[in-house]
């Protein structure tokens, strides 16, 4: 019988795991920084861009997740400090990210590089690739079970696998509004264990995202981001998010998902650092008997200022042309 139950337990565990890593890590950083949102965003602010961020989810809960993630991208001109700097209708990026929960681990790192097509004077179509690495792990010894000796547990290996990993991303901007599709995981790589069994695969994620930026006055802006997120075999997930600006330095936002309700508050300080934190709550399933879910990002803009590049004119056709 203890047998029967070890297996369940450790089924139900593998199984569990499947789903986190099918799953592509839920985060607020696009506040900052969309680049997070999409690889098609590789470069579109004309910075150079950094952001680190750290994410606790349920915290008080033993084992539940947490990400780092730390991530850099520009025009291709611009984060290459030795080339002019001009505007540019390409865009580089790169983005290391650690995900911790329990017995599982995972580090992945990409690169992402972005293109514009102007479509006409206010409109432009951005496309985005990111390839890279992910290397994923199940530590057996950090199953804790009365049952010390159970042969099922003792005789389960570790799983540790590097696999490829690719996203795609395409971005339609009209003046003030973005509409894009974002479709991380796209090959769908499977991780398997010493003897070549699959034992999760990278399920194929797409996100759909738009917002939108208003100037309500002189002092007041709002910015409101609706994202749909869903994969083959698992439900939409809808997520609503406002921004509010005041004199384009400082913000609150609110967030809405079918799961939770959250907050952010952040501002912009010397032009070159932000800072955005937000927190999240929730009065049903394990997030209700937690503390929430804390997440901390730090941006920096590096290099190019936006001042830096020439105004558009119609002396200058070429800056009319590239600019967003």
Known sequence: MNKLKS????????????????????????????????PAYAGSNGNVESILSYRKDWAGVAGSPESRM????????NILSFLPKVPSNMGLGATILSEQSGMFRSTSFSIAYAYKLKIAAIQSLRLGVSLGL?????????I?????????????????????????????????????????????????????????????????????YYNINKDFQVKPYIIARTTGNS???FEVMAQVKYQKKYWVGLLYR??????????????????????????QGLMSESGGTHEITLGFKIGKKDEDVPAASPAKPYYDWIKK
Do not use: C
């Open 70 to 77: 730390i991530n850099i991208n520009g025009a291709l001109p």
């Open 235 to 237: 439900p939409l997930l």
């Open 144 to 212: 804790s079970t009365q049952q010390s000796s159970d042969p099922v547990l003792m005789n389960a290996a570790d799983v540790r696998r590097t696999v490829f990993d690719a996203s795609f991303g395409v971005l339609y901007q009209f003046q003030n509004l973005d509409f894009g599709v974002a479709i991380p995981r796209l090959i769908e790589s499977q991780v398997k264990d010493d003897n070549s069994n699959s034992v999760y695969t990278l399920s194929r994620h797409y996100i759909i995202h738009a917002s939108y």
């Open 258 to 283: 079918k799961t939770s309700m959250g907050m952010s508050l952040g501002g912009e300080f010397f032009n070159m650092i932000a800072l955005n934190y937000s927190y999240e709550f929730s009065g």
């Open 7 to 38: 297996i369940f337990f450790l089924s139900a565990i593998l199984l569990s795991f499947g789903v986190l890593a099918q799953q592509v890590p839920l985060g607020n950083q696009y506040l900052l920084n969309d680049f997070s949102l999409s």
């Open 134 to 142: 992910v290397e994923s792990n199940v530590d057996m010894s950090k």
